[in-house]
C-alpha cells in the first residue's frame, strides 16, 4: 500500500505481491489499483521507496496485466512507460489542485456546489477489445484507452 506505508512500497508488500503473482493462474490477467504511481514524475517528483523494485516485479508479468490505475495525482494522465498503461484519475478533493501536472496530463475545473465538485471515474474493463473505459460522473471526460500503446 504506497499511501500508508511511509516512503513507497515496502518490501513485505513487494514479497506478498511477489507471491501472490507467482501462484496465479498463467490464464489470469492483472487490474492494479494503487494509491500512488511507481513514477516519481507523477508523484510530484517524489520518488518513492521500493519503486525501482516494484517496477522489475511488474515487468515480469507485463503480458498480463492490463492497467495499473493509481490516485494521489488530482489531474488525469495515460503513460505506457512499463509497457503497460497506467492510468492517474483525478482525485475526489475538488480544492487541492495539483502544482505539478505532467505533459500530457490534464487537471479538469471543478467549481464547489455543482456537479463539477465531484470527480468519480467508472472503470470498465474491456478485455476482448484490449481496452479500459473511463466513464467520468462531475468533472473531466469519458475516455477510452488501450491496454498497449
Known amino acids: 500500500d504506497s499511501c500508508y506505508y511511509s516512503g513507497g512500497f515496502s518490501d513485505d508488500m513487494i514479497a506478498w505481491m511477489s ?3 507467482a501462484s496465479t493462474p498463467s490464464d489470469y490477467h492483472f487490474v492494479f ?3 500512488e504511481s511507481t513514477e ?4 510530484g517528483g517524489v520518488a518513492l521507496g521500493n519503486a525501482t523494485a516494484f517496477k522489475n516485479l511488474l515487468a515480469q508479468y507485463k503480458d498480463r496485466i492490463y492497467c495499473y490505475i493509481h490516485g494521489h495525482s ?3 494522465y495515460v503513460g505506457y512507460d512499463n509497457e503497460f498503461v497506467q492510468i492517474a484519475l483525478c482525485c475526489a478533493v475538488p480544492d ?9 496530463g490534464v487537471q479538469p475545473t471543478r467549481t ?5 465538485q465531484d470527480c468519480i471515474s467508472v472503470i470498465i474493463i474491456l478485455p476482448e477489445e ?3 473505459e473511463l466513464v467520468r460522473f462531475g468533472a473531466g471526460d469519458d475516455r477510452t484507452i488501450p491496454f498497449r500503446q
Not at 516519481?40 to 508523484?43: D, M, Q
Not at 487541492?96 to 500530457?104: D, F, L, M, N, T
Not at 464547489?112 to 463539477?116: K, L, N, R, S, Y
Open 19 to 21: 507471491a501472490l503473482l
Open 130 to 132: 484490449q481496452k479500459v
Open 96 to 104: 487541492q489542485p495539483s502544482s505539478s501536472v505532467p505533459s500530457g
Open 40 to 43: 516519481s514524475a507523477l508523484n
Open 33 to 35: 489499483f494503487t494509491h
Open 74 to 76: 488530482h489531474y488525469d
Open 112 to 116: 464547489i456546489g455543482t456537479v463539477t
